[in-house]
């Protein structure tokens, strides 16, 4: 089954060219019916992917994931003229997994698409479940369970895997841009550093401090001993 992509972008010319090029690569195409209820479609249609500008009618892309964030972990691209570093560290703090900024390439689209769906769906699928305390991690799933679950965006379950998975090592920054975007062509250590604050959050929320350590100039590291 071809995977569904939610296009909330009002510029018509990209519109069309997005549409048609989706579509050629065997994707099903949603566009918003009303920008004023744009949290309330994508509840309702459930797409795999969502693209989204910041510059929109009525409420700005931010508000809206943020909005989306509240019942769904659907992953997310933003797409935007607004290619500033600030804009790129508000969308990643309102939960976006992937910025590109307009004109983009539309290859290079695809590969963002291609790669955050397969990471989003398929990887970790076969992972095993880890334990933090009195609660479960369970990758397949971006999911940390107990009371109450929480749920991970892809990438910071991402993070959490690959750090568990080398528990006691440091991790690079460099190895975890490359293994949650496959290139650091476009992605800076804001981007990264945006996502593991998300992460400690939930981590917090959950009962778990500190799990993660900084290592100045190297890294991140999990220590053995805190599991």
Known sequence: MS????????DQTIISVLEKQLQQWGYQVLLPAD???????????APDLVLMDISLPYYNGFHWTKAIRDFSEVPIIF??????????????SMGA??????????TILLAKIQALLRRSYQYGHQATNFSLGDRRFLPA???????PNVLLTPNESRILLLLLEQRGKIVA???IIEALWQSDEFIDNNTLAVN????????????IDDLIQTVKNKGYLIEEEQL
Do not use: W, Y
């Not at 920008?35 to 249609?45: G, Y």
């Not at 290619?83 to 990643?92: C, L």
């Not at 997994?97 to 539309?106: M, Q, R, S, T, Y």
């Not at 799933?141 to 009371?147: R, V």
């Open 141 to 147: 799933e971006n999911l940390i369970e107990g009371t």
């Open 79 to 92: 797409l935007s003229s607004a290619d500033d570093q600030m804009n790129q560290v508000m969308a990643m």
């Open 196 to 207: 593991m604050t998300r992460l400690r959050k939930k981590l917090a929320s959950s009962g």
């Open 3 to 10: 995977s569904t992509i939610f296009i909330v972008e009002d």
């Open 173 to 175: 920054r460099e190895t």
């Open 35 to 45: 920008f004023q209820q744009i949290a309330l479609e994508c509840q309702h249609a």
């Open 97 to 106: 997994d992937d910025f590109i900024a307009k004109p983009f390439d539309l």
